[in-house]
């Protein structure tokens, strides 16, 4: 499928004051293509816990859109420390947030499930010591 | 339910948004937990909070919410003020407890966010 438009967000670990600028800008561009309310909330929560678990728990990532004419794409990469029990961490209240995310209102082990919920495809792979990759795609139809 | 009613049911001051007071509202969600409200909300929602940092406009923009109610006179910066009013979300601080705000918006017909995003 020929992709419409193609953008990377590099996302700093630790990064809480600007955690959401690349959801945020992300959110925009949608806007400016013309996508409907319904799927731009969608991609928008997803796009925003995403990005807030590269901050909080990542050593660093990119945060990629992609869109071609039937979906908008999210992928998510970052550089560890990978996730040891992918399960666990899909479970809803399960979270190694620490306290300063958990100030901010956020930590409640809500993200990954959240972001299932979301998309209309999820994928997760993450090896410890080399790092996690989430891929999400969201139909436009 | 117009932001002008909440304004008035909540005994707020509107800080931000004075021009979008006829908006339409037909939810509320009180929580200091962005996580939850970013599970739990749809638009055309109020959200009433203890919290003030710029990730509550953020979580806001992000689902579209219209209207931010901060309780007990909480003051937010200049900062959070100006993100909000650019995006076009209204802020009022309130002087009562997240609780106490809550509970006068429901008595006065303004229901909860009833399940979780779509797709559950």
């Known amino acids: 499928m020929a992709v419409l438009l193609e953008k990377s967000f590099p996302v700093e670990a630790g990064a809480y004051t600007t955690a959401g600028e690349a959801s945020t800008t992300i959110k925009r561009t949608l806007k400016q293509l013309g996508i409907s309310a319904d799927v731009l909330r969608h991609v928008s929560v997803a796009c925003y816990e995403v990005e807030l678990n590269l901050v909080i728990h990542s050593l660093g990532g990119t945060l990629t859109l992609l869109v071609d004419p039937e979906k908008v794409t999210l992928i998510s990469k970052d550089v560890g420390p990978g996730i040891p029990d992918i399960e666990k961490a899909m479970t809803e209240g399960f979270s190694t947030a620490n306290e300063e995310a958990r100030t901010l209102g956020f930590g409640a082990g809500m993200g990954l499930p959240n972001m299932k919920r979301n998309a209309t495809n999820f994928e997760i792979q993450s090896e410890v010591g080399v790092g996690t990759t989430i891929t999400m795609s969201f139909a436009l139809a | ?120």
């Not at chain 2, 006829?22 to 959200?47: I, P």
């Not at chain 2, 509550?56 to 579209?64: A, G, I, Q």
């Open chain 2, 1 to 120: 339910m117009t932001i002008r009613e909440v304004m008035k049911i909540v005994d707020g001051k509107v800080l931000v948004g004075e021009d979008r007071l006829d908006t339409r509202v037909d939810t509320a969600c009180g929580s200091d937990l962005m996580s939850d409200v970013l599970a739990f909300v749809k638009d055309k929602t109020v959200l009433i909070t203890g919290l003030i940092n710029p990730h509550v406009v953020r979580t806001s923009e992000m689902l579209d919410i219209t209207c931010i109610v901060f309780s007990r006179g909480k003051m937010p910066s200049e900062e959070i003020l100006e993100m909000a009013d650019e995006i076009g979300i209204t802020v009022i601080s309130s002087p009562m407890t997240t609780y106490t705000a809550c509970g006068e918006l429901y008595v006065h017909g303004l229901p909860g966010t009833k399940k979780k995003a779509e797709g559950v």
